[in-house]
């Protein structure tokens, strides 16, 4: 593919993806990320079926990811006197390979980092497109201008905001959050993490979750748009205490724990429905195109996501304009997947009748199909061997 600049905003677990394969197909790349350096924290995440194994091969990360892999636990579901109610298989909440968050994104940032500038600490604010290119200005470094920019700035996207529009004309709120502590204590370890058991607590409205692979705690909790930073962990423990203030089981405990634990991640449940995923010379990628927090296969669609439109791009000889129609033809319909599900109702119901539902469905059979029903979404693609496609021209 002839050479093209372009211009990546968000190190997560897209971003680097996308470095990756627009640098192997011969593209200049710069990545702007806000945060200092790549951000640890975040549950463990799961790839499921033969379609993220083949991307991840492709990299060449997929050892890697082995390697560092937690193991599943199942969640049992217990009552105020921690009397088991109900289990959800770590074969459902883990796929077939799960690895914290953190490591998955330190991972795919070393895979780039030695072919790709980086830049964190800092973030686009303007986007202005001429004929042949895109003014990007940002909040500190000088002003650039590049052929191509790609937002995998995640749910709250800025690229999308710049570019598309305000955030409340394509972020549909769920109606829960979710938060997410003392993930990272584990993530030195080069060895699977041993298949231990999480132990999950209702009341009406409110999940927390204790142990397993996937983090030290989860607490997911109905509520309305909240007000807060980012980036003030102090106010996301505060509104994380409020709501659970008052409870019984283990969670005065997991509370005293919480105010000692530097990695807590609390964001609100999102899904991201966009018409398109391109305006002119500006693409969405991952969280920002097609996110939906918890069981939406987010990281999935992020590695996949950014496969495919390298590859299409590098297909199409650098014609962005053809690249991104298909790009947004074979991701609509492969995202679908994402739009289906809303975790925080089933994790979480509110109210007490939901709750003993919501047990009953995962004793039952029918938890077993819906099951099946997510192996064959993960796969639901056919996917190109760019490489090959290239090679044989
Ligand atoms: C710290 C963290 C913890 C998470 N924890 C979980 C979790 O526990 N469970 C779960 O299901 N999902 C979690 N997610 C979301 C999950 O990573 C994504 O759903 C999925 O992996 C898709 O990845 P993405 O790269 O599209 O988005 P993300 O992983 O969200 O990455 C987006 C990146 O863009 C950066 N960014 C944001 N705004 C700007 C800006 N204006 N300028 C430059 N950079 C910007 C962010 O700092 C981040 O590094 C978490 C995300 C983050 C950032």
Not at 334 to 355: E, Q
């Amino acid at each position: 593919m002839r050479n093209l600049s372009v211009l990546v905003s968000g190190a997560g677990i897209a971003g680097p993806a996308l470095a990756y394969w627009l640098h192997r197909y011969g593209c200049t790349v710069t990545v702007v990320e806000r945060a200092a350096a790549p951000r640890p924290g975040g549950q463990a995440v799961d790839f499921k079926g033969r379609t993220h194994r083949t991307v991840l091969e492709r990299m060449g990360v997929w050892e890697e990811i082995q390697a560092h892999r937690t193991g599943a636990s199942d969640v049992v579901f217990v009552d105020e006197h921690g009397t088991r109610r109900a289990v959800m298989s770590g074969d459902f909440t883990g796929g077939d390979v799960e690895i914290l968050r953190g490591d998955l994104a330190e991972i795919l940032y070393r895979r780039s980092a030695g072919s790709c500038e980086y830049v964190f600490g800092d973030s686009i604010t303007g986007l202005t497109e001429t004929a042949d290119g895109v003014h990007a200005t940002f909040e500190h470094g000088p002003a650039r201008t590049f052929d191509l920019v790609f937002g995998a700035d995640g749910m709250h996207s800025r690229v999308r905001r710049l570019a598309f529009g305000p955030e409340r004309d394509f972020v549909r709120h769920l109606g829960h959050y979710y938060c997410v502590a003392g993930a990272s204590p584990w993530s030195d370890s080069a060895t699977p993490r041993e298949r231990a058991t999480a132990y999950g607590y209702n009341a009406p409205g409110r999940l927390a979750i204790s142990g397993g692979s996937k983090a030290q705690q989860l607490y997911l909790f109905a509520a309305p748009e909240l007000e807060y930073a980012r980036d003030d962990v102090d106010a996301q423990r505060r509104i994380v205490a409020e709501r659970y203030a008052g409870l019984g089981w283990e969670v005065p405990r997991m509370l005293a724990e919480l105010a000692e634990f530097d990695d807590v991640y609390l964001d609100s449940m999102g899904q991201v429905r966009m018409d398109r995923y391109s305006a002119g010379r500006v693409t969405l990628v991952g969280d920002a195109a097609y996110g939906n927090t918890l069981g939406g296969f987010g990281t999935g669609l992020a590695v996949v996501g950014a496969y495919v439109i390298a590859g299409e791009l590098a297909l199409a000889d650098g014609d962005h304009t053809a690249a991104f129609a298909r790009y947004d033809e074979i991701m609509r319909r492969y995202a679908k997947i994402a739009g289906n599900s809303n975790a925080g109702r089933f994790l979480a119901p509110t109210t007490a009748f939901g709750i003993r539902l919501r047990n009953w469905f995962l004793e039952s059979r029918l938890f077993s199909l819906m099951t099946k029903y997510g192996d064959n979404a993960a796969n639901d693609i056919e996917l190109r061997d760019y490489a090959a496609l290239l090679a044989a021209r």
